[in-house]
């Protein structure tokens, strides 16, 4: 409709012109009549405005074309792929990309993908029975340990307590608000590993970490985790924690029966740390920690509490 209306009025105006050039010639005017020439150029001035209107109404009225967002693609490939780094390192045994996509409900293209980016850094490894963990993990572990200044004394230490009493054994930090396992000493069925402890008011090392916190960081440690029950024998209240960690405090250390997995008891001595030197008062960020079927809690609480004290005495 609009190029019909622009080629009539462009008609208009032409045969208007005309008309003018007639005029002019056959009156002998060397230009034509101003009576003739106003109404033209209104005409062609109203004609101009007309459409300029309508070019700034269709230019202003598009809808702009944006380009695809890639903020929200990248940051949930990268969840992908830690999504399967995580499923291969819980697997017993190597995992075929078929079974991590269903696990993941990610399309299998899309994780042969990621499996072939993780594999190439060296994070996975492919076999003929699918994947499992690769040469980079171990070097990122020790990479980690170095950055946390976790010595071969305290891996030493694990490993003696280890073999002297059979239990699995642990060490613990409390860094940057978190609380979590460094390193370990344990069966490949230990109920325990290492990685950040979310329920620390439900086991022994986190009662041990937390009994040597500042009142205030561990209110607001506390305000962050919760409470939540990890088995029917977990505290769950801020009152009874604290009369525990009192208990910590005031005998060295902590103690939990079953709060954080059925079946299994935990013991953790805390390591003393003096930040003043000799002569000020010890803090503790950092625990020795050894858990046991609770079926040889009573038997071995004795000695293995000993134990630990021994190695955190050589530790301290």
Do not use: N
Not at 62 to 83: F, G, H, I
Not at 172 to 186: F, H, K, N, Q
């Amino acid at each position: 409709m609009t190029t019909v209306t622009t080629v009539a009025t462009t008609l208009v105006i032409t045969a208007a012109t005309t008309l003018i050039s007639t005029a002019a010639a056959t009156t002998g005017a060397a230009r034509p009549h101003f009576r003739y020439v106003r109404p033209v150029r209104k005409a062609v001035r109203a004609w101009k405005a007309t459409r300029a209107r309508r070019t700034r109404t269709t230019r202003t009225t598009r809808t702009p074309v944006r380009p695809a967002r890639r903020k929200t693609a990248m940051p949930q490939s990268v969840d992908r792929a830690l999504d399967l780094l995580d499923a291969v390192a819980e697997a017993a045994e190597p995992v075929p990309a078929k079974v991590l996509a269903r696990q993941l409900d990610c399309g299998l293209s899309t994780v042969y993908d990621l499996l072939g980016s993780l594999t190439e850094r060296g994070h996975l490894t492919r076999t003929a029975a699918g994947y499992t963990l690769g040469y980079r993990v171990p070097a990122l572990h020790h990479a980690f340990q170095r950055q946390l200044r976790i010595d071969e004394r305290v891996h030493e230490a694990l490993l003696r307590l280890r073999r002297s009493s059979g239990a699995d054994v642990f060490f613990s930090t409390y860094r940057d608000g978190g609380i979590a396992v460094l390193d370990g000493a344990a069966g490949p069925d230990s109920a325990f590993s290492v990685g950040q402890d979310t329920a620390a008011h439900a086991t022994a090392h986190g009662r041990a970490l937390l009994s040597a916190l500042p009142a205030t960081t561990r209110r607001q440690y506390l305000a962050t985790s919760g409470l939540p029950p990890r088995t029917p024998h977990t505290i769950t209240t801020p009152d009874r924690l604290e009369r525990e960690l009192r208990r910590v405090r005031r005998d060295g250390v902590a103690v939990e029966r079953e709060e954080s997995v059925p079946g299994m008891a935990c013991i953790a001595v805390p390591i003393p740390i003096r930040p003043g030197g000799p002569g000020t008062p010890p803090t503790a960020l950092t625990a020795v920690s050894a858990a046991l079927p609770i079926a040889d809690f009573a038997r071995l609480r004795g000695p293995l509490t000993e134990a630990l004290r021994r190695e955190v005495a050589g530790l301290g």
